[in-house]
DNA sequence: TTTACTTTTAACAAGATTGTTAAAACACTA
DNA sequence: TAGTGTTTTAACAATCTTGTTAAAAGTAAA
């Protein structure tokens, strides 16, 4: 058995199917795309990975792998103010929706809601951090208490992820260039923190 | 030649095509599923629009010229004040997102960024007018200066679409049905347009 | 070098998918 | 009803796509 040879290959295949299904989708990519881009025989695929559907399931199940802690590193550093709290959590959110692309997953979450329900449970407990930490921060009137911790949750999330994922629209829309929207995205994580703390604050007028 | 007929049946394979179209994307979607979701032979999609190509580009046409006017509809009333202006702008916004998926546009622009770029040039004028107003209101003081009229565009756009796009996500994430999720919306867009107000004001303390 | 095992390839098979076509069914008018 | 043009269908053709397989190439140890 010839581990060196065999994990190279494993790895070309991977790195490449990755690329392929992120740009065009489970229903759009090719196996012959793949292995091109791979440079190797389309068979050997299946020889790794048997079918089209079970390679997909492995770059699915890697993408959520990375994305799925993030949601959950929420309640570490109990002394932390919320506001740095939550200025950390964008910064970093962010940071990585940049490198890892969000619509991936939402593309092929919706093609097939079960590659969400059935594949998620372990973080799913995870996941309502947020929600619960902010219902206490409402309780100890940290912030204010007529804001629905859910919409906080949503308006956060949209505001992080969109417009990311949009880039091509808004960019074409505010007609400028693509490198001029990233320029413009820059300064963009500070705007939505202080966005959401000026949000959360009580009330001084 | 019997017109009753024949529009009757385009219509039909329209509504079939655009429903299959938008919930599985172009590469996803298949003429005979079109076909049988209209009750008639699949050879009669290429009777009436040629190819798969074809019918597609008219369906995502269609959906273009319902979403692009929509954001061009931004200096009607001038005597209107900006707050107000705002938030009827995003109520129907919100509402109309509802019923047509923004989704299926983004996916496919995506795909093939010339849909985008080749098909709404008689637009792109139209989608300027929103920074235009509020660069202008900046200068005329009626908002802070300090913010950045294409990231209010951002933020706009990113609080009303993705919500919708993402509401599979957001309701297993928040751990609700769908039907929950829709209740906790209905006040959504109340908060936005407040919290955008209160970005855009000057600031009492 | 021989042997046993793993990796890779070329060729093939099966089925899916789009697109074409000739003829049947239909509708309307003379 | 016969004739003309339109609409619809069944059958077919061509191509694309996934998946299989038998054999070749490579590797390492006895």
Redesign the interface.
């Known amino acids: 058995m010839n581990t060196e040879t065999s994990i190279s290959t494993e790895e070309a295949i991977l790195v490449a199917a990755r690329k392929v299904f992120e740009s ?2 489970f ?2 990519a090719r196996m012959q795309e793949i292995s091109d881009r791979a440079g190797i025989n389309r068979a050997l695929l299946h020889y790794y990975f048997r079918s089209k559907d079970k390679m997909f399931e492995r770059i699915f199940d890697e993408a959520l792998e990375r994305f799925m802690p993030l ?1 959950s590193t929420w309640d570490q550093d109990p002394d932390e103010s919320w506001e740095l709290k939550l200025k950390r959590f964008i910064s970093t959110f962010i940071t990585f929706l940049k490198a890892n692309s969000m ?1 991936f997953l ?2 092929e ?3 097939k ?1 079960e590659l ?2 059935s594949r998620s449970k372990k973080y ?1 407990k995870g ?2 951090k947020f ?1 619960l930490y902010f219902e206490r921060l409402k309780q100890e009137r940290q912030i204010r208490s007529d ?2 911790s ?2 906080i ?3 956060m ?3 992080c ?3 990311l ?2 880039a ?3 960019s ?5 260039s693509t490198k001029e929207y990233d320029e ?1 995205m820059a ?2 994580p500070e ?2 923190s202080n ?1 959401l703390i ?2 959360l604050k009580h009330q ?2």
């Not at 074409?172 to 400028?176: A, E, K, P, W």
């Open positions: 065009k989708g229903d759009g949601l619509l939402l593309r979450i919706i093609r809601p969400l329900t799913r996941l309502n929600v804001v629905d859910k919409h949750y949503i308006i999330h949209s505001l992820s969109f417009p994922m949009n091509i629209v808004f074409y829309s505010l007609r400028i413009l300064g963009y705007i939505v966005l000026q949000m001084n007028n």
